[in-house]
């Protein structure tokens, strides 16, 4: 089922996916697309992207997802390292090729994801339609027999600094993590599932579900270009949904609506949520008060990218223990190796206190980056360096501490920017928050915290002190707080702390002003 672009509910069968999706193959040959070659899609969850995605990689072509949140020069950038040769495009989304058109030459044209009657008026040169293009073409069509490496699906890393990377996925990583990701302890997913993803096809695959639900049966719910508050409340409440998937920033919204409406979804039994840290407030508030349990995930563009999944063991009885397990990022997948390591290269303990970088190892892990040296993902041994400081305890549960980049080293210690934002977020007068580390004379980096205020209220540092105090060590507490309307979000929903950095990097702590 889907909310289309144009507007109305559309439904169909698996079946009818199948025989659309051989019709598009069939019309993609027409175009004369061949093995390897990259088709960008620059879409939301619909039907017609899950075509897309099958048509094109059944042929042995490569879906190459773009997110068209990116600036149009990035966009433009990854398009022409792909050289990508035909673009799949929504209607709402339209405008965006328009924009980039003349600097993107290896395009042979666009396919504009809608009926006739929807044509627009484009001032792209060859615009095809895409109901026309699949209708003209039948529907008997043999999936040809390739080795499973090939390629199947391309997705540029997020690229807060320098240019983005593109992770390829094979036909072998891509069935073998859609196996993982549909065990019970990991997504869940059957023929009594019925599944919203939230977190959208144009990054990571939408975490795999789209073949995941497809290789289980469990029913697609797309939500469209619909993904505020009250249109995804609507999908759950109306389809019966029983797990729903995202990032952090899209379940404030949801939350909001479900407290400033008095509704709920009734069917959600299960809402996954990664991408960034998943704070203690949000998990208690699906759980304790909309009755959903929260399965907090964590992994990576290159991982498929599931990595971890946490959900407390049976044994932990307690509910406090349940909720520490439960805010950290969670046991391994089957299939996924990790190991810490600290800045010798040596493995540190599993005691949830030793930090240093986490590196994975697994049949999902991309192999290397699209037209990149192998030796730039991997060392020697396979092993991927995520780039997180993180820790392990003695249960196998990982806490990802913070992105290397934006660890804060206060006398030589590290202070984890995710556990005093997690903290914060607690507290009933913030909304959201994030720490940074700004220089400082004497400790050569010292938190601040930055908090969007919830709705009327003004919180204070002297607040944010006193609640802070018995959360963590008295040389973590920030040494400022400042509020602000709203954190800078990237094109896939994560606070981005560079901009925080150049946006506060004037900032002078209390102790040390003039
Ligand atoms: P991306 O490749 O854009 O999906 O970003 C991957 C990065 O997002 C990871 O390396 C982590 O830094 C971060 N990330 C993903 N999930 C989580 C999580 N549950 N908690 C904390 N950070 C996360």
């Known amino acids: 089922m889907t909310r289309t672009v144009e507007g109305p509910i559309h439904r169909y069968t698996y079946r009818d996916a199948h025989t659309r999706a051989r019709q598009l193959a069939n019309a993609l040959r027409a175009l004369n697309v061949k093995l390897g070659d990259r088709i960008a899609t620059l879409a939301w969850n619909t039907y017609r992207h ?65 009926d006739k009657a929807n044509m627009p008026d484009t001032s792209l040169a060859n615009a095809i339609c895409y109901e026309e293009l699949v209708e003209g073409h039948a529907d008997d069509f043999e999936w040809p027999e390739f080795d499973e490496n090939t390629a199947s699906s391309l997705c540029y890393t997020s690229g807060t600094t320098g240019n983005p990377k593109g992770a390829l996925y094979s036909h072998r990583s891509t069935i073998i993590h859609a196996y993982g990701s549909a065990l019970p302890d990991v997504l869940h997913l059957g023929e009594n599932e019925v599944v919203l993803p939230v977190v959208p096809m144009f990054h990571v695959n939408a975490w795999g579900i789209p073949y995941g639900a497809t290789m289980t049966g469990a029913k697609l719910v797309f939500p ?21 998937a995202g990032v952090p920033t899209v379940w404030l919204n949801l939350l909001n609506h479900w407290r400033e409406t008095g509704t709920r979804a009734q069917s959600l039994k299960r809402v996954i949520i990664g991408g960034s840290a998943c704070p203690e407030s949000m998990i208690r508030a699906f759980q304790d008060e909309f009755g959903a349990e929260v399965r907090h995930a964590w992994g990576m563009t290159e991982m498929s990218p599931l990595g971890t999944v946490s959900i407390p063991k049976p044994s932990m009885t307690d509910p406090d223990g349940r909720m520490r397990k439960q805010v ?11 190991r810490i390591v600290d800045d010798d290269g040596r493995e540190v303990p599993h005691d949830g206190e030793a930090f240093g970088e986490l590196q994975v190892r697994g049949p999902w892990i991309t192999s290397g980056y699209f037209k990149h040296d192998q030796s730039e993902a991997h060392d020697h041994d396979g092993w991927f360096a995520t780039g997180d400081v993180s820790t392990m305890d003695a249960d196998g549960y990982m806490e990802v501490t913070d992105r290397a980049k934006d660890v804060i080293k206060s006398g030589g210690e590290w202070i984890s920017s995710i556990e005093i934002e997690n903290h914060a977020m607690s507290h009933p007068d913030v909304a959201q928050a994030a720490v940074i580390g700004l220089p400082h004379p004497k400790w050569d980096e010292r938190p601040l915290l930055i908090v969007v205020p919830a709705k009327g209220k003004t919180p204070t540092h002297a607040d944010m002190t006193a609640f802070l105090e018995d959360k963590v060590a008295k040389w973590w507490l920030p040494d400022d707080t400042v509020l602000t309307d709203e954190l800078p979000l990237g094109a896939t929903g994560k606070v981005l702390k560079a901009q925080l950095r150049e946006q506060f990097g004037d900032h002078t702590f209390p102790e040390t002003r003039s």
């Open 50 to 114: 899950f075509e897309v995605y099958y048509a094109v990689s059944g042929i042995g072509a490569i879906t190459h997802t773009l997110n068209p949140r990116l600036h149009p020069s990035q966009l433009t950038y990854i398009v022409n390292h792909a050289e990508d040769s035909w673009i799949f495009v929504d209607l709402n989304l339209v405008p965006l090729v328009e924009a980039v058109a003349d600097d993107i030459p290896s395009v042979r044209g666009v396919v504009v994801m809608t």
């Open 224 to 244: 469209g270009a619909g993904l505020d508050g009250a249109s995804v409340h609507e999908l759950l409440a109306t389809e019966g949904v029983t797990m729903t």
């Open 328 to 338: 950290k990022q969670g046991r391994a997948v089957f299939g996924v190796q990790m």
